[in-house]
């Protein structure tokens, strides 16, 4: 069985949402459909918690209502029948009834998820009907009775294996399985999601528990490009990646994959395929385990980066304190991206700065340290393997003109990163292109 995500402009009119039906059933092949929430929809909902934490109820029944309005309007153009209609509009009215109860009770975090997981809630509904109404043996199966995260935020495989089965059955004479990408629950059971952009994680979260064939990602470009096409210009797509390079890619800003959508298909060995909803028949992306020996694939950008840097002298010939520094940004919950050492200095990019004050604090315990924020990562991905000589050179080449802060090579075989300022970005993005990829 392959596992198919379509994200928000994939499904964001009923135009689009009638395509993916077509595209989902035409084949007669059983299925599992994976949908975000129609394109725009997590923004609104996300601007309606906002009115509720700042007690704007009528701002958020404003918001609400504009959605009801719309969503009418999607329903009248995506179904036939009147029974389908008043069905479906029956299910968008609970909902946002649901939405306007919210005001009478107190705001925290937690109502915040549950209104941000509508979105799915309604594409989904409004998707499985439409199935429905063409004749083909379609059914929802909720999100929220198997896709679960531990306290650690990580997919609780096993509790995803055992409930799943449960719900998609082979012999059950269901033709596409419809489920919600994006929402699950937590450790305490409460509704959660898998942060913005999380549909594709769930695709493959689902894809590695059902042993699936392929996971596609089926979205509004043919594939992964060789750089950021909202930046850069005449960028090409890649065919084949394999899963490192993906995962690097994600990770580094690539928008088309979710940062970790990679690593859960990779650990199952299945093989993910990249598609534009719409041009069905451009070949797209395949991700798989087979490496493309000496080739430089593609370039990806990360935004809001901080450098922290380290000098002391203490460092000198002395051991443990590398470890001294790991240990703040660990108790502080905070990943390091890239990272350069000297023997009398470190310097270190996060990109989150939640508890920026206090690690910095604790970190002139040990030395001289200064901070440069709106930097930049740009990460070259390819096969990079130390020993194959004047790929690094040839990317070095490009940036001759522009200030870099850090460079990382040979943490891994895959990629070559560059810190610089967020300013400079497009001309390295640009320069990077014209030199690795023009023919
Ligand atoms: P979806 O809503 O289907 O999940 P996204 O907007 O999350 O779609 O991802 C697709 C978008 O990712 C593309 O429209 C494109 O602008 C952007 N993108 C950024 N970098 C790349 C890249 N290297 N290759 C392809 N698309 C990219
Ligand atoms: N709807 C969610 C978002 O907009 C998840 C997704 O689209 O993947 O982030
Ligand atoms: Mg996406």
Redesign the pocket.
């Known amino acids: 069985m392959k596992v198919l995500k379509f ?2 402009t994939s499904v964001g009119s009923p135009q689009r949402m009638k395509d993916v039906c077509r595209l989902v059933s035409e084949d007669g092949e059983q299925k599992v459909v994976v949908l ?2 129609m ?1 725009g ?3 609104t909902l996300i601007e309606i918690t906002k009115c509720y934490h700042t007690g704007d109820r009528a701002g958020a029944f404003a918001i609400i209502e504009r959605m009801r309005d719309m969503y009418s309007l999607h329903i009248s153009n995506l179904y036939s029948t009147t029974a389908y209609k008043q069905n479906v509009q029956k299910y968008i009215d609970d909902r946002f009834d649901f939405l306007k109860s919210f005001a009478e009770q107190p705001f925290t975090l937690v109502e915040e998820k549950e209104i ?1 997981a509508q ?2 809630l309604l594409s989904t509904f409004m998707a499985t009907c439409c199935l429905s109404e063409a004749g083909y043996r379609a059914a929802l199966i909720p999100a929220l009775d198997f896709m679960k995260i531990d306290e650690n935020g990580e997919p609780d495989m096993e509790f995803i294996c055992n409930n799943i089965v449960k719900h998609i059955d082979p012999e059950s004479g269901i033709q596409i399985f419809v489920t919600q ?2 929402i699950c629950r937590n450790a305490e059971g409460l509704i959660d ?10 695709a493959s979260i689902i894809g590695a528990a059902i042993k699936a064939d392929e996971i596609q990602i089926w979205t509004d470009i043919d594939g992964m490009h060789n750089n950021d096409p909202r930046i850069v210009n005449k960028t090409q797509p890649v065919r084949h990646l394999l899963f490192e390079e993906a995962a690097e890619l994600a990770y580094f800003g690539a928008k088309i994959l ?1 940062p970790t959508c990679v690593q859960p298909a990779k650990a199952a060995g299945i093989p993910v395929r990249l598609l534009n909803t719409m041009q069905p028949d451009a070949p797209g992306t395949l991700i798989n385990s087979e490496a493309e020996p000496g080739k430089i694939k593609a370039v990806a950008a990360k935004d809001n980066i901080t450098a922290i840097s380290i000098q002391s002298s203490r460092m000198l010939l002395a051991y443990g304190f590398l470890r001294r520094i790991f240990e703040i940004f660990e108790n502080h919950k905070t990943s390091i991206d890239m990272i350069c050492t000297s023997e009398v200095g470190v310097s270190m990019s996060i990109d989150s700065t939640h508890d920026l004050d206090r690690i910095l604090n604790e970190l002139r315990e040990l030395g001289t340290v200064s901070v440069e924020t709106d930097m930049c990562i740009v990460c070259v991905v390819g096969d990079m393997k130390w020993n194959n000589v004047g790929f690094e050179s040839k990317a070095l080449d490009a940036l001759s003109d522009i200030p870099v802060h850090m460079i990382s090579y040979g943490g891994s075989s895959y990629n070559i990163s560059f810190l610089i300022k967020e300013e400079d970005k497009k001309r390295a993005l640009q320069r990077l292109s014209n030199n690795l990829f023009k023919k």
């Open positions: 994200g928000g975000s929430a394109s929809t997590t923004n941000i979105g799915e990408g994006f999601n898998l942060q913005r952009g999380g549909s594709d994680y769930t979710h």
